[in-house]
C-alpha cells in the first residue's frame, strides 16, 4: 500500500442522545421502538461468537424470544477465548465505601483512555457495570467474598479506589461458565441453533443491509450459508496479528475484517494494548506468551537493579540498590499506574541496561514484602493459581525468587466502528466485545474489558437490536438468493486458492515474520521512519504470501493448516491498515507512542487541536488507498489535561 489515504466524510451523527450524560441511555431505550413478545420469534438474529460478549448476547435474545442461529469455531461455546481472564470485573458498586461512583469510574475511564472515547458511551459502561455484577450473582457467578460476606473487590492500574470484582485468578472462567448456562438453557430449549467448530468467513450483504454469513463447518469442511435479519458478530479481538500475545492461539480477526471488506469501517486499528505485567519471551521456539494477571501489582513490587548490567541474583542485590522504579515515578499510583504507562516505563528500564533475566527484557515482580506483611497463606489465597502456572512455565518459585514480567500484546481497543447502538456502518450488521472498537479509547485500564463485553451482550445490545427488528419488514430471503449463491461462491475459491498455491513456505514462516514486522514497528513504541518500512514490507508479504504459501490438506476434513492460512491473509491486510492508521496519527496518545510526541519526561502527548477524534477506515480494496472518516470527539465534563499519575 502507498501511503495515501483519502478523507471523506465526516461522521456527524453516532445517535446518542443529547441531555445530561446521565440521562442519555434512559432517554435512548425509551426513544427506542420496540418488538412485541409474540412477533419476536419471527425474527431471526445470527450471533458470531459465544464468548462473554456473544455468550451473554445469545442468552439475553433467546430470552426475549428472538430465533437465535449462534457460532463459534471452537468445539464448545464456553472455550472461547474470554474463559482466560484472570485479574476480575470492574463495577462502580462502592461496596468499600471508599469514595467510588458511577461518575468516578466514568472519570477514571475516560481518563485512562487518554481522552480519545466517546463520553456517553463510557457514562452508560459505568451506569450498566453496576446491573453486570447483579445478574452474575443472580447466575451463581462465585465472585470471592470477605468475611462478612460482601463481595470482595482489589484494585486494577489507573484508579484509587477497590472496585474489580473477582474469582480467584479465573474471573473470565467463572462469567463464562454463567453466560453457557444461560446459552445451554437456551440451546436446549430450542431457542439457539448453536454451531461450534463452524467458522464465519464471510458477511452477506442484500441492498446494502448485513443478511448472513456464510461459514465453514471445520470438521467436514462443507461450506453453508445462513441467513437473518440482522447479524451480531462477538469476535473477538486482533491482538494475534502480532503472532505472539497473550490471546488464545485460535483468536483471530477473520470476521471483522471480512465484514470491512464488505463496509463496515474499522475504527482506531493502531490502538493496541501491551500488558506490561507478562512473561518474557524465552526464545524463538515460542508461539504464545502468557499474562500474569494484573492483579499481581496490588500485592507485588516492580524493581529493577540501578547499576546497568547487575547480573547478581535478586536476594544478592540489597535493598538500597533496587530501583523501584513505578513507586519512585508515580508515587500516587505507584505499582498500579495504568498499563500503557507501566509498559513504557518497563521499555526505558530495559533499554538502559537493568533489564533483568535472558537478554536483559525483563523486570521484576517481588512477593517477599507482601508474605510478609500477609503471610503466605493469604498471598495464597489470592493468587495461588497464577503463582502456581508461573512456576509451571518458568520453572521458578515466585514464593522464593520474584517474578520476572515484561509486556507483552494483550488486547486491541481497535474494531469495528459502532454508533451508540452498537451497529456498524452496514444496516443491520452490530459488533459487539472486544471486536467493536469499544469504550477504551487509546487505552484500556484493567478489568473494564469483561466490563463491556457483559454490558454489550446482556443491556446494551438486547436494547437498541429491537429498535432495528421494529423497523422491519425483512424480505424473507432463501438461500438460493443470487448474492448469497454468490457471497458463497467466493468463500469456496479462495479455500481452493489457498490450497492450489502449494509454495515453498509454512502459513506460520508468514505469521510470524509479520508478528516480528508489527511489534518491531508499530509495537510499544513507533515512529515515522518504522512505521514506513512495515507499510512498505507488508504489501510484499501479502504478495509473497498469495504465490509461496504451502497449505497441506485438503479442503473437506478437519484442516488447520487451511483454517490458519485465511486468517493469517487477514492478518496480513489488517496489519497494512493499522500501521497506516498509527503513521496518519501524528500524536501519542494512551498504548499509540509515537516518539516523536512525548513529553519532557518521556509521556504521550496528544494533540487534541488535530486529533481530538475517531479514525473510522472505509475498505477501498486490497491494496487501495482507504477513505479515512473522523469523528470528532466532545468532552463536555472530562477535560482533557496531560494524563498525570505521579
Ligand atoms: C490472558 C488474558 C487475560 C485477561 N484478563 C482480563 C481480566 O481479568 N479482566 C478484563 O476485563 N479483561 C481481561 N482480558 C480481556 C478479555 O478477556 C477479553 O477482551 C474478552 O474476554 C473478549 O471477549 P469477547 O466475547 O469479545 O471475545 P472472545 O472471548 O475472544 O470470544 C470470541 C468468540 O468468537 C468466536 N469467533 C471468532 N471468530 C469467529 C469466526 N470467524 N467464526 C465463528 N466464530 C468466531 C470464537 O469462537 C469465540 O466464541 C484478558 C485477556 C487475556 C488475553
Known sequence: MSLDYSVGDPIADTKAPAGPVEERWDKRRFGAKLVNPANRRKHTVIVVGTGLAGGSAGATLAEQGYHVIQFCFQDSPRRAHSIAAQ?????????????????????????????????????????????????????GVPFAREYGGLLDTRSFGGVQVSRTFYARGQTGQQLLLGAYQALSRQIDAGNIEMHPRTEMLDLIVIDGKARGIVARDLVTGEISSYVADAVVLATGGYGNTFFLSTNAKGSNATAIWRAHKRGAHFANPCYTQIHPTCIPRSGDHQSKLTLMSESLRNDGRVWVPKQAGDTRPPDQIPEDERDYYLERIYPSFGNLVPRDIASRAAKNVCDEG?????????????????????????????????????????????????????????????????????????????????????DHGANRLGASALMQGLADGYFVLPATINDYLARGPFEAIGTDHDVVARTETEVHDRVEKLLSINGDRTVDSFHRELGELVWDNCGMARTEASLRKALARIPELREEFWTRVKVTGGEHELNQQLEKAGRVADFIELAELMCLDALHREESCGGHFREESQTPDGEAMRDDENFSYVAAWEFTGVGEPPVLHKEALEFEYVHPTQRSYA
Not at 461496596?95 to 487518554?114: E, H
Not at 508474605?371 to 498471598?379: A, F, H, Q, Y
Open 87 to 139: 485479574g476480575g470485573i470492574n463495577a462502580a458498586k462502592n461496596y468499600r465505601n471508599d469514595g467510588d461512583s458511577i461518575y468516578r469510574l466514568f472519570y477514571d475511564t475516560v481518563k485512562g483512555g487518554d481522552f480519545r472515547s466517546r463520553e456517553s458511551n463510557v457514562y452508560r459502561l459505568a451506569q450498566i457495570s453496576v446491573e453486570i455484577i447483579d445478574q452474575c450473582v443472580a447466575q
Open 354 to 438: 537493568r533489564g533483568v533475566g535472558p537478554g536483559g527484557l525483563g523486570v521484576y515482580l517481588d512477593f517477599a514484602d507482601a508474605i510478609e506483611r500477609m503471610g503466605r497463606d493469604k498471598v495464597e489465597e489470592k493468587y495461588g493459581n497464577l503463582f502456581e502456572m508461573y512456576e509451571r512455565i518458568t520453572n521458578e518459585d515466585p514464593y522464593q525468587v520474584p517474578m520476572r514480567i515484561y509486556p507483552a500484546i494483550h488486547y486491541t481497543m481497535g474494531g469495528l466502528w459502532v454508533d451508540y447502538d452498537l451497529q456498524s456502518t452496514i444496516p443491520g450488521l452490530f459488533v459487539i466485545g472486544e471486536a467493536n472498537f469499544s
